[in-house]
């Protein structure tokens, strides 16, 4: 990592360990089958100096399920014998944590104030082949208030000029944004994805392809030219950083580096690999850019299994949350909730009365829509902390649209990805005194954060049902 000094001038990269600080600064801002037995993160370090044709350094939690972390109980991998002086981990300020996971049982925990450094000098060489990475999973504990959260440094020195390539977490209040770029030469940055929930996890992928001629992994079957690529969740680079591209670059790797400034940051199966070489890509772990997918079940249970319910009572915190209004949302059927932020849920409802109330008892009159929904105030107590929105005019809030099936939607659930919600809906059709579902659409919303009324819906029919 790049630190700052105490007057906030960034340490070249690969700066001895010696050299920092005493308060870290900031500069600036598979297919692969999934195991379910318990994993460990677990840091291994290799040090290559120039008189090696090539070799691999990586960081991971899959090979010992028994190791700890730690400098002394390192899980190394070297295509030829390490050389002196080794890798270091010269701070690893960190905390396995089981309270959550992106695979198996535990993660690695940084709070605020707290580091890991890797120094990592001079550990490439202009033979070695031209595909580097970083790649690993990451979550937040919770949303912090506005500024920067976290920062990681990948540090170069290429053809004599220092690059510093960075990932930084930075908080709006309600989502924590993945900025990306270099700052030391190019000066670009970008926004490259969203943490909108604290129990969400993205997996990221640094790629730095050093020739000046396009080149072939032939893991990824990829043929690119020289720059740094990052990636979320996806095979397609989020932010491309174009490097001159005069020949294979004199390069040398410097120092990995993450800390945390505000909250909790979780890092999930950290993979470091440089100097991989062209005809060893078979002993890489490196794993598909788009990260885990579906994860299978640990177990099932037998079709007979069944739960006697002994009891059941309806919540306080509900029953007056969703209580009728005076004027407006009388009451709904088919509730669903889908977290939107640390501060705020949605609430999705089928079938809706509107109308008024008077002494406890509705009015005549009112509509009857089918749908609807509330964004719920997790700041404030009930009653009074769910805002309820309809269509014009007292319609449904999801109208129905072309070349979608039924005559209206009941919505059930939904998610959010990336900074946009999609809604799941039953496709329903009615007369003669009844109703049918005939099908399901998806609902595409991708300004969920946006006053209601101001909602993009985007509706593509399933074709299922």
């Not at 990592?120 to 595909?131: D, I, K, R, S, V």
């Not at 220092?162 to 700052?183: H, M, N, P, T």
């Not at 100097?275 to 890489?284: F, L, W």
Request: hydrophobic share 35%; net charge negative.
């Amino acid at each position: 990592m790049t630190f700052s000094a105490i007057d906030d001038k960034p340490l070249k990269p690969g700066s001895p360990a010696t050299h920092l600080p005493g308060r870290l600064e900031p500069i600036s801002s598979r297919t692969r089958q999934v195991s379910c037995r318990a994993t460990r993160f677990l840091f291994l370090a290799v040090l290559l100096t120039t008189n090696l044709a090539h070799a691999n350094i990586w960081i991971d939690e899959d090979f010992e399920s028994a190791t700890a972390f730690g400098p002394a109980a390192l899980d190394t991998f070297d295509r030829f014998p390490p050389t002196e002086p080794p890798i270091t981990i010269s701070r690893a300020e960190g905390t396995i944590d089981s309270s959550r996971s992106y695979e198996g049982d535990q993660s690695y925990r940084l709070s605020t104030g707290e580091a890991l450094l890797v120094e990592a000098g001079q550990y490439e060489n202009p033979t070695n082949g031209p595909f580097q990475y970083l790649q690993f999973a990451t979550s937040i504990g919770s949303i912090p208030p506005a500024g920067e959260m976290a920062e990681l440094r990948w540090n170069w020195t290429i053809d004599s000029n220092d690059y510093s390539f960075f990932l930084k977490w930075i908080s709006d209040g309600a989502s924590v944004d993945l900025i990306a770029g270099e700052d030391f030469v190019m000066e670009v940055t970008e926004t490259i994805g969203s943490i909108p929930n604290p129990s969400d996890w993205k997996f990221l992928t640094l790629q730095f392809q050093k020739n000046g001629t396009a080149e072939t992994d032939s893991r990824t079957s990829q043929t690119l030219s020289q720059g740094m690529r990052f990636y979320v969740d996806s095979n397609s680079p989020a932010m491309e950083i174009e490097l001159p591209g005069f020949g294979a670059l004199e390069d040398q790797g410097g120092t990995l580096s993450i800390s945390v400034t505000q909250g909790q940051l979780y890092i999930d199966d950290l993979y470091w690999e440089g100097a991989m070489t062209n005809g060893d890509e078979s002993s890489s772990h490196l794993r598909p850019f788009e990260g885990l997918g579906e994860m299978p079940l640990c177990g099932s249970f037998p079709e007979e299994t069944g739960l006697d319910l002994i009891s059941s009572e309806v919540h306080p915190l509900y029953e007056h949350m969703l209580s009728p209004q005076p004027v407006g949302w009388l009451g709904a059927d088919a509730a669903h909730s889908i977290p939107l932020s640390a501060t705020q849920n949605l609430w999705l409802f089928s079938d809706t009365l509107l109308g008024t109330v008077t002494n406890g008892s509705r009015d005549g009159g009112g509509a009857f829509i089918n749908s609807s929904i509330g964004i719920q105030d997790l700041t404030q107590p009930p009653p009074g902390n769910v805002e309820f929105y309809w269509g014009p005019n007292e319609t449904s809030f999801f109208p129905h649209q072309p070349g979608t099936g039924g005559d209206y939607y009941w919505p059930f659930n939904g998610f959010l990805y990336q900074g946009e919600l999609f809604i799941y809906c039953f496709n329903v059709t009615s007369g003669g005194g009844s109703f049918s579902t005939v099908g399901a659409t998806l609902i595409r919303v991708p300004n969920p954060y946006d006053p209601p009324g101001e909602w993009v819906q985007n509706a593509v029919d399933l074709g299922i049902g």
